[in-house]
Structure formats: C-alpha cells, structure tokens
C-alpha cells in the first residue's frame, strides 16, 4: 500500500537533538515524508503551500496536524496517568479486573489507538509480561511509539509500562490469522471510534487518524483461536457488539463505555 505523503518540518527554534530526530525519522521511513525547513514559517502558512498534512518534531514529542484541520494530534498518556496511580493506590481498575491480569501474562491490544489502556495492561502484567500493540494507522502507530519512548511522568512505573509496549503497524485480523493457536494469554479490542469519536472533544486529533473499521467476525472467531484464556472488548453501551458477538457484558453504570467478555478456560 503506498503511503501517503506527510510534511516534516522542526519547532520554531530546533535543538541539536531536535535535528537529529527528524533525520532519524526521515531514514527509518515509516512515512513517506517531505521535508521542509521551519525557518519563521506558522503552520498554516506551511500547509497552504505545500497542500499536505504536516508532522512537527518538537523538543518533547512529536506533532501531528491534519489538512484543513484546527486540531493536532500528540501522544499523552492521558487516563493511563490516572488510573495507574488509583491502582497502586487500590488495587482496583475496571480493564484489569475484567481481562484478569496478573504479572507475567501476555496480552494482545488488537486497537492501540491513544495507547492509555494498553499503557495499564502493561502495568498489570508488569517486567515479566508482555503487551504487543497493534495500530493500523501509521501516523498514528508512530506518534504513539515516539510517545511511550520519550514521554515521562513524574511516577517512574508509568514510564516504565510505556517502554515495554511493543508496538506494530497492523491490521489486527490480517496479524491475527497468521498467529497460531493459543498464542497470548488476552486479546483485547476497543472499537471504540464506533460512537465515541464524535462524542468526545478530548479526541478531536484523532478524528483524521482514527481507524473506523467495524470488529469483524473474522478478527472475533481468530481472536478465540489466538488467545489462550479471554478476550475482552470495550465498546459503547448501545453498541450492538456484545450480542452479535456473543461476549458477556459487564455494565459500569457510571460510564458509556462498557465491556465484555469471552472466556475460554
């Protein structure tokens, strides 16, 4: 698939490192980039020149802005910040009492998206687990990638359940169907762009970027085969998910987000 053309530029006033970033970028080629110097450029004066989506290495994360769009789209751990904390602190998150994460399990995220749930599986299933983290979009896969590498937080188990996620720029069933049977503990699915894109202001980057494909019966029936113990989705409370697919729900009444689950032991 040929990818699309994205223009790379700096920070109004780059750092050695920054410069060594965008070269770096530019010779792993996980877009096919142009590139563009800053110099006093705004970035819109940018994108009217050059008519193409535009990526900003700064000195703390990269920045992506879509055409014709006011929002940009970056990483931040986000919700993971919190409920990692409130974890530690309880013993209690709603995703890993669910999957039934302990350390040591290995966990597939079909639907990486912002990467805040796969960021607390991580923490769940600790050094000696493994969460692998699949993203469909590459601008998105790589913006959160660059993120979870560089990002840090003031509490030193998030960055570290950051560094430990392996992610791949892939569609789930297509990566699914060439796993063999029984291959990872939990696969978990967050469709979530179903109804939640347009509800929520806090993802307003993401709407360009966002993968609006439907969980397939394909990706459900590879994803029993696949994982050894459960897989879990989450999806919007009128969602139609649970029952197509035959996945138990767990209602939370405080939220419109609900999951379900399929077990398999």
């Keep these: 698939m040929k990818k699309e053309q994205v223009l790379l530029t700096t920070c109004l006033r780059p750092t050695a490192a920054v410069e060594t970033r965008l070269h770096q970028l530019m010779q792993e080629g996980a877009l096919d980039f142009q590139v563009v110097e800053r110099k006093k450029h705004s970035i819109q004066s940018l994108q009217q020149t050059h008519r193409l989506p ?53 966990v597939l995220d079909c639907t990486l998206g912002l990467g805040a749930d796969a960021i607390v599986m991580s923490h769940a299933v ?5 969460i692998t983290a699949l993203e469909s979009k590459r601008e998105t ?46 696969i978990y699915f967050d469709p979530m762009f179903e109804k939640t894109v347009t509800e929520s ?28 113990q459960r897989v879990v ?7 139609e998910l649970f029952e197509r697919f035959g996945f138990e729900r767990v209602k939370r009444k405080s939220s419109k987000l609900h999951y379900g689950v399929i077990e398999l032991t």
């Excluded at 000195?59 to 751990?77: G, T």
């Design 54 to 106: 535009l990526l900003v290495v700064d000195k703390q994360r990269l920045e992506y802005y879509p055409l014709d769009e006011e929002a940009s789209f970056f990483f931040h751990p986000s919700s993971a910040v919190f409920r990692i904390k409130q974890f530690d602190a309880s013993g209690h998150d709603p995703l890993i009492a669910i999957a039934k994460l302990k350390p040591g399990m290995t």
């Design 126 to 130: 600790g050094a000696s687990g493994q």
């Design 141 to 186: 896969a790589l913006i959160v990638a660059e993120g979870m590498k560089h990002w840090k937080e003031d509490y030193p188990p998030i960055n570290e359940a950051m560094c430990r996620i392996e992610v791949l720029q892939q569609q789930h069933s297509t990566y699914l169907i060439a796993l063999p049977d029984n291959a990872v503990d939990v």
């Design 201 to 228: 202001t806090h993802l307003n980057g993401l709407r360009t970027l966002a993968d609006y494909e439907q969980l397939s019966s394909v990706a459900v029936t590879e994803a029993q085969r696949v994982a050894r």
């Design 233 to 239: 989705v989450k999806a919007h409370f009128e969602s």
